[in-house]
């Protein structure tokens, strides 16, 4: 047990190496106040980021110098990231310092990407304020779901996009390996953040992660759901599972029919089952599902019961 243990507190300590805490941008502290979680009073920026990251946060807000007795660390996750109307530009010296008191240093606490500056411009990627759409990249809900997009890639460049009359909401865009000509910039609003890593390296780091993880699995017993449940994932839910009975499901009958999770932390997104509720020319309510196999026991107008499928045409 011992050499086990050993291997996965080695294998934690390389995952801890490969990701680190991202500078990602100045925003505006009093947005970070209003919508942000978990609001302390620290000594500095690690103090914040080790707070936010023993919480399990995905990032962490620090504005420098505030009034004793205040708030002046935030911490936040993936989805609730501010908007990025929020973006404002930072110290003239140094692209990755806020101003004291008025901004707030976002930072991803959990990623292997560097940054690197930012630009005003990357040749051949155009950005349509009026439409919050980006050509030649994609939109993304925050930074740290640009470097999701951008893991198996050398760089990955977000863009915070202002919002307008026609795209009301703040959006993010998101430029995975890009190898044209860009034009340095200050950081802000409508500028590049450039980041960079190797991607040899991420895909190792990932490899090791799904070790750790299967292996701490192995050793707790931990399993999702009850014995003889499957943990389904649920469609349009980041990270959130059912716990169903493949068995007897009606909407999951033999499996999952949008990916499963795994005891791993893995998903697998391939359909393993089916929704016995969209059985072609079953009448509504006219289905079961029976030790895994979905049967039929009443058809639609011009279908035929025949070993418990329908069948088109009269018999």
């Not at 109307?85 to 004291?100: N, R």
């Not at 890639?153 to 795209?167: L, M």
């Not at 009443?298 to 070993?307: F, M």
Request: hydrophobic share 30%.
């Amino acid at each position: 047990m011992l050499p086990r243990m050993m291997f996965v507190l080695t294998t934690l300590t390389l995952l801890s190496l490969t990701q680190a805490a991202t500078f990602v941008g100045c925003v505006l502290s009093l947005t970070v106040s209003l919508t942000a979680q978990n609001g302390a009073r620290v000594s500095n920026q690690n103090a914040c980021n080790t707070r936010c990251i023993a919480t399990k946060f995905q990032y962490s807000y620090f504005t420098a110098n505030t009034l004793l007795g205040t708030i002046n660390c935030y911490c936040d996750n993936v989805g609730t990231y501010v908007a990025s109307s929020s973006y404002l530009v930072g110290s003239s010296s140094d692209p990755s310092s806020c101003l004291d008191t008025s901004q707030a240093t976002a930072t991803d606490l959990r990623t292997t990407f560097n940054f690197e500056g930012c630009s005003d411009t990357l040749t051949g990627v155009t950005i349509d304020v009026a439409q919050g759409t980006i050509l030649g990249g994609a939109i993304v809900q925050d930074p740290h779901a640009c470097f999701q997009r951008c893991a198996g890639n050398g760089n990955a460049y977000f863009i915070p996009i202002a919002p307008s009359i026609t795209a009301l909401l703040p959006t993010y865009g998101c430029v995975c390996d890009y190898s044209g000509s860009g034009t340095a910039g200050t950081c802000g609003i409508l500028e590049f953040y450039r980041y960079t890593h190797s991607a040899t390296a991420s895909q190792n780091a990932q490899a090791r992660k799904r070790e750790v993880e299967s292996l701490a699995v192995k050793e707790s017993g931990k399993s999702f759901c009850p014995k003889q449940m499957i943990s389904c994932r649920v469609p349009g839910v980041e990270d959130s599972w059912e716990c169903v009975d493949p068995q007897a499901d009606l909407e999951s009958c033999g499996g999952c029919t949008s990916g499963e999770y795994k005891d791993s932390g893995f998903i697998n997104f391939t359909a393993t089952g089916q929704d016995c509720t969209d059985m072609p020319g079953v009448l509504m309510g006219g289905s079961t599902c029976t030790n895994g196999d979905c049967v039929a026991f009443a058809c639609k107008r011009k279908w035929t019961l025949r070993d418990g499928r329908c069948v088109r045409g009269r018999s």
